[in-house]
């Protein structure tokens, strides 16, 4: 018996773009249709799985290629992965592309100033070490989705959104980039 590979829901972007917030309510929504779904977060993972690691950069691309061999592992049994992570390499998310089957990309963009007034964790205001301020970025080339997040929307229109461009409401496959 052949189990139907999960699909990975892969929410990036910037320390404070709205990846977990986004992507938590689409995980929500997505496990109020379907039993196999999990949530991984970024900042969760890391004590699980990289406390034997630091932050250079081959220590980051280190973590974030073991969170993607995990949801890769997850959705190899029919589980449904919705992962909230910076995750800042190309490298990784070719991998993911080339790895994982069922695999969507959802680019969380903002700009630098609503990142700014957003700060929650402080880090655009004395924070070392921190992706897109001095650490380099590597904003994706090519994610099935891009959402600007300056508070155009709420998190729920932007989600209902994705739930339609993903097929989640009504059959259906998109190919291609789309912004939101």
């Known amino acids: ?11 990036t ?3 404070g773009a709205g990846k977990t917030t986004i992507g938590g309510l689409f995980h929500r929504r ?4 379907k039993q196999n779904v999990i949530l991984l977060d970024g900042d969760l993972i890391r004590p699980v ?5 630091g932050y250079t950069n081959e220590d980051r691309c280190r973590a974030a290629k073991r969170a993607f061999r995990l949801s890769k592992m997850l959705t190899d049994q029919g589980i449904d992965v919705v992962i909230c992570s ?4 190309a490298e ?6 080339e790895q994982i089957e069922n695999y969507r ?8 100033e609503t990142l700014r007034k957003r700060n929650q964790k402080g880090l655009y205001t004395g924070g070392v070490n921190v992706v897109g301020v001095d650490l380099p970025f590597e904003e994706p080339q090519h994610p099935d989705v891009v959402v600007q997040n300056d508070g155009a929307e709420r998190p729920e229109e932007i989600v209902q959104r994705l739930e339609q461009l993903f097929g989640l409401e009504s059959p259906g496959n998109q190919e291609g980039s789309v912004c939101l």
């Open 92 to 97: 990784v998310r070719e991998w993911n592309r």
């Open 105 to 112: 990309e959802i680019y969380i963009k903002v700009t630098k």
């Open 49 to 53: 799985f990289c406390e034997d690691i």
């Open 13 to 15: 972007g910037l320390s």
């Open 30 to 33: 997505l496990k109020a249709r």
């Open 86 to 89: 910076i995750s800042m390499y």
């Open 1 to 11: 018996m052949d189990i139907q590979k999960g699909t990975v829901y892969f929410f």
